[in-house]
């Protein structure tokens, strides 16, 4: 099946602690996105990758960190300087195909608390 | 950013019933977008719209891209007990790389 996984479903953090999120695709798409979601709230974007080994920071990007070293994952990090972690965190790609931007598409997301 | 007003913020309706959503913006965009998310989930793609003036169904849901660029709509019929979740309409600007604005949702309940 095709499709955006992204693990763990719930995670739990100290804090000070950094923790990272996995997300994985295998729908070959070029480009890929985290978003954070607050209850109440729509989607917030906090970086999204174009190409392999690039790397854009969003609206939100303050307190965390991304790699893009495989066409396939783009893990998402919290850091200890993001002050309130505590959301559900989305993760999407979409493929670049022509002058029309395609649909993202997104994984189950992961609901970050913070103990 | 960009905002996207997206109304009414909750409804209640009867099974049966048909529902109205909409989005606007000040900003044009040259694509609009409606998802569904359900509860613990990601949002599902509904309808994609990529022409001023389109109109758009799947199966009992209609989604129009507003003449002006600066709105849509999304139309269920006949809504049944799985419609219930919350509605994203998301909207994206040529030369944005694909960036996408959301809405903040339209939480829909269906009544027995």
């Known amino acids: 099946d095709g499709g955006i996984t992204q693990s763990p479903k719930y995670l739990f953090r100290k804090e000070g602690q950094n923790v990272t999120l996995s997300c994985e695709q295998n729908?070959?798409?070029?480009?890929m996105y985290w978003y954070r979601q607050d209850p109440g709230q729509g989607l917030r974007l906090i970086y999204y990758s174009q190409i392999v080994n690039d790397f854009q920071k969003g609206d939100i990007a303050e307190g965390y960190s991304v790699s893009r070293e495989k066409k396939e994952s783009f893990p998402l990090t919290v850091t200890s300087a993001q002050k309130n972690p505590t959301a559900f965190y989305l993760c999407?790609?979409?493929?670049?195909?022509?002058?029309?931007?395609?649909?993202?598409?997104f994984g189950d997301g992961t609901r970050l608390s913070i103990l | 950013g960009q905002q996207l007003n997206q109304s009414p913020q909750s409804m209640f309706i009867q099974e049966g019933e048909d529902v109205s959503m909409n989005c606007t913006s000040s900003s044009i965009f040259n694509t609009w977008l409606w998802y569904k998310q359900d509860p613990g989930e990601g949002p599902v793609l509904l309808i994609a719209l990529y022409k001023a003036g389109e109109l758009t169904s799947n199966g009992r849901l209609t989604a129009q891209f507003g003449i002006t660029r600066k709105d849509s709509f999304l139309n269920i019929s006949a809504s049944i007990p799985s419609d219930v979740g919350i509605y994203f309409c998301a909207g994206q600007m040529a030369g944005s790389a694909r960036q996408l604005t959301f809405g903040s949702g339209t939480q829909l309940t269906v009544l027995p």
């Open positions: 999407a790609s979409s493929q670049s195909r022509g002058i029309n931007n395609q649909p993202q598409h």
């Open positions: 729908l070959n798409h070029d480009a």
